[in-house]
T-cell receptor, first 116, second 113 residues
Framework: GAVVSQHPSWVICKSGTSVKIECRSLDFQATTMFWYRQFPKQSLMLMATSNEGSKATYEQGVEKDKFLINHASLTLSTLTVTSAHPEDSSFYIC????????????FGPGTRLTVT | KNQVEQSPQSLIILEGKNCTLQCNYTVSPFSNLRWYKQDTGRGPVSLTIMTFSENTKSNGRYTATLDADTKQSSLHITASQLSDSASYICVVSAGSNDYKLSFGAGTTVTVRA
């Protein structure tokens, strides 16, 4: 089946530093990947849509200069949280859209970011 | 505004018992409805996906129903197991933009021995 991986699974960083999270589709090509953020006991909130070879589309209220997204290949998208602050601590989940068949979205296992 | 509402917010059931989760939506135009299982600290895993013409779909002990007229869906868990303890999320996709998913807040199910 379609598998999406994320790395790292968890990360702790100091306030003011930047953190990069990778999202990979392991056995399929994904022209579109999505980045979500999930706070405790809340549902997933879409942050941005990442298209291979083009600029990401950000949802309203998401700072594009703070959350840098790069989708350089059909199997890899990265999210960089720049100048992280404690309020950026959250669970970040990516998903990849399978462009063959039923356009299902497959979710990664998530990355827990803690900013101290 | 597209909305997805789930009930109950949480429930506790004994191992071996059945339970039913509810989902009401106002997403339009409707494309499909999905149920996901999300274990704590993990990403969502798809259980079922139903289009407008499908009334029911099963995946093992999970059975989802869809009433597109009343815009309601349910997820029935049969003979619950401890491993069923998780958050179950109802997700509806709008027809105009299939990738734009509307997420419910989820129902947290706790199965106790």
């Amino acid at each position: 089946g379609a598998v999406v991986s994320q790395h790292p699974s968890w990360v702790i960083c100091k306030s003011g530093t930047s953190v990069k999270i990778e999202c990979r589709s392991l056995d399929f090509q994904a022209t579109t990947m999505f980045w979500y953020r999930q706070f405790p006991k809340q549902s997933l909130m879409l942050m941005a849509t990442s298209n291979e070879g083009s600029k990401a589309t950000y949802e309203q209220g998401v700072e594009k200069d703070k959350f840098l997204i790069n989708h350089a290949s059909l199997t890899l998208s990265t999210l960089t949280v720049t100048s992280a602050h404690p309020e950026d601590s959250s669970f970040y989940i990516c998903s990849a859209r399978d462009t063959v068949g039923r356009y299902e979205q497959y979710f990664g296992p998530g990355t827990r970011l803690t900013v101290t | 505004k597209n909305q997805v509402e789930q009930s109950p917010q949480s429930l506790i059931i004994l191992e071996g018992k059945n339970c039913t989760l509810q989902c009401n939506y106002t997403v339009s135009p409707f494309s499909n409805l999905r149920w996901y299982k999300q274990d704590t600290g993990r990403g969502p895993v798809s259980l079922t996906i139903m289009t407008f013409s499908e009334n029911t779909k099963s995946n093992g002990r999970y059975t989802a129903t869809l009433d597109a007229d009343t815009k309601q869906s349910s997820l029935h868990i049969t003979a619950s197991q401890l491993s069923d303890s998780a958050s179950y999320i109802c997700v509806v996709s709008a027809g105009s933009n299939d990738y734009k998913l509307s997420f419910g807040a989820g129902t947290t199910v706790t199965v106790r021995a």
